[in-house]
T-cell receptor, first 116, second 109 residues
Framework: DTGVSQDPRHKITKRGQNVTFRCDPI?????LYWYRQTLGQGPEFLTY????????KSRLLSDRFSAERPKGSFSTLEIQRTEQGDSAMYLC??????????????FGSGTQLSVL | RKEVEQDPGPFNVPEGATVAFNCTYS??????FFWYRQDCRKEPKLLMS???SGNEDGRFTAQLNRASQYISLLIRDSKLSDSATYLC??????????FGRGTSLIVHP
C-alpha cells in the first residue's frame, strides 16, 4: 500500500500526558498537512510542511503542539500536557505541489485521540 | 464569517432522486476548489475537482460561480452508496486547503 499511513489508529491517554503521532506520506509528495476533526465538523487546518520546512501554523496550534518533518519524509505531531479538549481525530494528508495533482490532498486513516 | 460554509443537512432523499449541495466561500482570491466525500469514521477522499467551466463525472456535476462565490455539487440518480458527508474544499493563494463542515446525505430505499 503506497498511500498515506498514520500510526497509531487510536490513542487513549490521561489528561496531562504527552502523546506523539506519526504520519508517512506518499513518497513522492512534497507537502504534508496536519488537520484536526471533531464530530460534526470539517477538518481544521493545524500546520503544513513543504519538504522539511514548516511553512504555516494555525492559531489553533497552541504552544503545547509541535510538529516536525525531519528530512522531508515522515512527520510527527506531538501534544504535550494533553487536555480533554484535545480529543479529536488527527488527520494527516499529503500532496504534490506543482504537478497535475496540485493541492489534491490524500489523507491517511487518522489517529483518534481520546483524553480521559 | 467562516471561510467556507455549507448547510450541514442532513439531506434525506429516496433512491433515484437528484440532490444538490451548495458551498459558499469568503475569500475572493480563492483559486482551487474541490469536493471530498467522507464516510462515517473514515478519512476524506477526493470526489472531484471543480473547474471554472463546470465539470461532470458520471452522475456527479460540479459548478463554480466566482461572481457569487459559491460552488455546487449535483448528484443525479442517487444510490444508497452515495450516503456520506460531502465536504467542500477551497484553496487560496496560501495553498492551504480549507474545509467546510460538510453536508450529510442520506439516501433511503
Amino acid at each position: 500500500d503506497t498511500g498515506v499511513s498514520q500510526d497509531p489508529r487510536h490513542k487513549i491517554t490521561k489528561r496531562g500526558q504527552n502523546v506523539t503521532f506519526r504520519c508517512d506520506p506518499i513518497s513522492e509528495h512534497n507537502r504534508l498537512y496536519w488537520y484536526r476533526q471533531t464530530l460534526g465538523q470539517g477538518p481544521e487546518f493545524l500546520t503544513y510542511f513543504q519538504n522539511e520546512a514548516q511553512l504555516e501554523k494555525s492559531r489553533l496550534l497552541s504552544d503545547r503542539f509541535s510538529a516536525e518533518r525531519p528530512k522531508g519524509s515522515f512527520s510527527t505531531l506531538e501534544i504535550q500536557r494533553t487536555e480533554q479538549g484535545d480529543s479529536a481525530m488527527y488527520l494527516c494528508a499529503s500532496s504534490l505541489q506543482g504537478g497535475a495533482t496540485r493541492e489534491k490532498l490524500f489523507f491517511g486513516s487518522g489517529t483518534q485521540l481520546s483524553v480521559l | 464569517r467562516k471561510e467556507v460554509e455549507q448547510d450541514p443537512g442532513p439531506f434525506n432523499v429516496p433512491e433515484g432522486a437528484t440532490v444538490a449541495f451548495n458551498c459558499t466561500y469568503s475569500n475572493s482570491a480563492s483559486q482551487s476548489f474541490f469536493w471530498y466525500r467522507q464516510d462515517c469514521r473514515k478519512e476524506p477522499k477526493l470526489l472531484m475537482s471543480v473547474y471554472s467551466s463546470g465539470n461532470e463525472d458520471g452522475r456527479f456535476t460540479a459548478q463554480l460561480n466566482r461572481a457569487s462565490q459559491y460552488i455546487s455539487l449535483l448528484i443525479r440518480d442517487s444510490k444508497l452508496s452515495d450516503s456520506a458527508t460531502y465536504l467542500c474544499v477551497v484553496s487560496g493563494g496560501s495553498y492551504i486547503p480549507t474545509f467546510g463542515r460538510g453536508t450529510s446525505l442520506i439516501v433511503h430505499p
